[in-house]
């Protein structure tokens, strides 16, 4: 069965922390995205990839950078990590090609800062 | 720019009642549309979805969902609620070809009463 695996499923760092999310798929996808999830907003695309090494901004970038070195990986790096990006994260690899388009997701990542 | 709108945060119905969630999107071309559901603790799973063809689509779970594309929505629907049912679901737009975003609402979180 398809599998995507992120590293941790709870994660607690502290303010002006580097910190990275790991992302690892199996299906040999080109798509890949993070998004973090928040009540009542959601989920937010934050940046998705859709090859290796290519990465495209979403709507919420600004803090994070990504890292695609690999196919099957994909990184959300937090440069410096503070109280506001506390959430949970949540990482998917896609399908594409009509009636196979769909979104697969990890079980995600709590993330606190402190 | 490509987003949704789910008008309800939480809903509740009786168990054995109907549901129907609403779900408008904003998309300039031909979207894809999907319906995903996350129960307590769990990933987010794909109930739906539509590409093209018959504007009502049959998913998992015995929900369906009906595309109008001059109402710009895709609301999903079940004809009797199961005390299963209870968790947050979520409308997303992407575009139709893939190698690009897809956007998730806000969500809508149902609560089942016996």
């Known amino acids: 069965d398809v599998k995507v695996t992120q590293s941790s499923r709870y994660l607690v760092k502290r303010t002006g922390e580097k910190v990275f999310l790991e992302c690892v798929q199996d299906m040999d996808h080109e798509n890949m995205f993070w998004y973090r999830q928040d009540p009542g907003l959601g989920l937010r695309l934050i940046y998705f990839?859709?090859?290796?090494?290519?990465?495209e901004k979403g709507d919420i970038p600004e803090g994070y950078s990504v890292s695609r070195e690999k196919k099957e990986r994909f990184s959300l790096i937090l440069e410096s990590a503070s109280t506001n990006q506390t959430s949970m994260y949540l990482c998917?690899?896609?399908?594409?090609?009509?009636?196979?388009?769909?979104?697969?997701f990890g079980s995600g990542t709590q993330l606190s800062v402190l | 720019a490509q987003s949704v709108t789910q008008p309800d945060i939480h809903i509740t119905v009786s168990e054995g009642a109907s549901l129907e969630l609403r779900c408008n999107y904003s998309?300039?071309?031909?979207?894809?549309l999907f319906w995903y559901v996350q129960s307590p603790g769990q990933g987010l799973q794909l109930l739906l979805k539509y590409f093209s063809g018959d504007t009502l689509v049959q998913g998992i779970k015995g929900f369906e969902a009906e595309f109008k594309r001059s109402q710009s929505s895709f609301n999903l629907r079940k004809p009797s609620v199961h005390w299963s049912d209870a968790a947050e679901y979520f409308c997303?737009?992407?575009?139709?070809?893939?190698?690009?975003?897809?956007?998730f609402g806000t969500g809508t979180k149902l609560q089942v009463i016996p």
């Open positions: 997303a737009v992407g575009p139709f070809g893939g190698y690009q975003k897809v956007t």
């Open positions: 998917a690899s896609r399908t594409t090609g009509q009636a196979n388009e769909k979104l697969f």
């Open positions: 998309y300039g071309a031909t979207p894809y």
């Open positions: 990839s859709y090859d290796v090494k290519m990465k």
